[in-house]
């Protein structure tokens, strides 16, 4: 008997996407009941708190918080969007109404997926504060590619340094010195314990009225420093499925949280990393604020920005104009890129 050939990646992929959509129709089918125009109420403005498949857990301006159906020709809905919704007169035991509309946004935030391209995954974003740590270590490199992703949306960035209560006085010159580069260049930097408390004051009015992403890889103590600023929170879209009954969803969808002192935060894992292969060379130089004034002056129009004749960006590095710390970090950043875009091919290629 000849021993079964074992799926590939992609057959596997593509068997558990199917059996997700056969869940979302049973659920659209079963749990979504659709609900009568005449049984609706009026419109009213509200904000989305999160997204679950067909339906949207979502804030109305006066704080009540409702399980709604998305309408069919809505293509796209995400946290933080502002709609458009009429409530149910008579509310069922688990929708209260239907999204009826999405205003523009003013931003989006979006991630790439190896398979399903660019994906937008937050709206209407104010600012991205990328935190890094004294430990385990402190590297520039991490934050360059938080600020390109950034850039790149046109969000504002923020950079917060955590955990300064373990500052050694053997690093402070040299992390100190960092951080005065990026305020040269514009960037707003803070310094924070969440241990201590030290600058969460300044980072809670920082948050005021503003709509927050935090950003940063595991361990410089994001999760710390979001206890520290909502102390009291509570994951709204956990309080609205309990009043409907549904049962609260698992944490790999954003949410919208509010501060106590104001403002709000958007907390998703698939915001806290970003990938930047989708990036071409010339974008993520773009993305460098302080090469803008070199770029398209340089004597090819092919210029690499390294060894290259007339290279108006490496010019300026050796003439002190641009941190060679960051121009560093820049090659670095194209260099990985090549390489993720290679290991996408593959993949895509043995699916």
Not at 65 to 79: A, D, G, K, P
Not at 128 to 150: E, H, K, M, N
Not at 196 to 205: F, I, L, P, R, W
Not at 331 to 337: A, C, E, G, K, V
Request: with cysteine; charged share 25%.
């Amino acid at each position: 008997m000849s021993k079964k050939k074992p799926l590939s990646q992609g057959q596997r992929r593509r068997m558990r996407a199917n059996h997700e959509k056969r869940l979302q129709r049973k659920e659209a089918g079963e749990s979504l009941p659709e609900i009568q125009d005449s049984s609706l109420g009026p419109e009213l403005e509200a904000t989305v708190i999160s997204r679950f498949g067909q339906h949207a857990d979502i804030e109305t301006h006066d704080g009540q918080l409702v399980r709604c159906n998305i309408r069919r020709n809505i293509q796209s809905l995400v946290t933080g969007d502002k709609v458009i919704v009429r409530l149910a007169n008579e509310t069922s035991a688990t929708i209260a109404g239907v999204v009826e509309a999405v205003h523009p946004r003013h931003s989006s935030l979006s991630r790439p997926d190896l398979y399903d391209g660019i994906k937008i995954i937050a709206a209407n974003i104010d600012q991205i504060l990328i935190v890094s740590s004294v430990v385990p270590s402190f590297t520039t490199q991490i934050i360059d590619r938080y600020l390109v992703a950034a850039e790149d949306t046109g969000i504002e960035p923020v950079i917060i340094l955590n955990k300064i209560d373990l500052l050694s006085d053997e690093d402070a010159p040299e992390i100190e010195a960092a951080l005065k580069r990026y305020e040269a260049i514009g960037y707003q930097v803070y310094q924070v314990s969440s241990l201590d408390g030290h600058g969460v004051d300044t980072v809670k009015s920082l948050l005021k009225d503003k709509v927050s992403v935090f950003v940063g890889q595991s361990g410089v103590g994001k999760s710390s420093l979001i206890n520290a600023l909502l102390p009291e929170a509570e994951l709204l879209t956990g309080d609205v499925s309990e009043n409907s009954g549904l049962g609260q969803h698992t944490t790999t969808t954003a949410k919208l949280l509010h501060f106590p002192s104001g403002g709000d935060l958007v907390d998703s894992p698939g915001v806290r990393e970003f990938a930047l292969w989708h990036l071409p060379a010339e974008r993520v130089g773009w993305c460098f604020v302080e090469f803008r004034d070199y770029i398209g002056t340089c004597k090819f129009r092919d210029c690499k920005h390294k060894d290259d004749p007339g290279c108006a960006i490496s010019d300026a590095v050796k003439a002190g104009q641009i941190a060679t710390d960051r121009y560093n970090n820049y090659h670095r950043i194209i260099d990985s890129l090549d390489e993720q875009r290679h290991a996408r091919h593959f993949r895509n290629e043995h699916d």
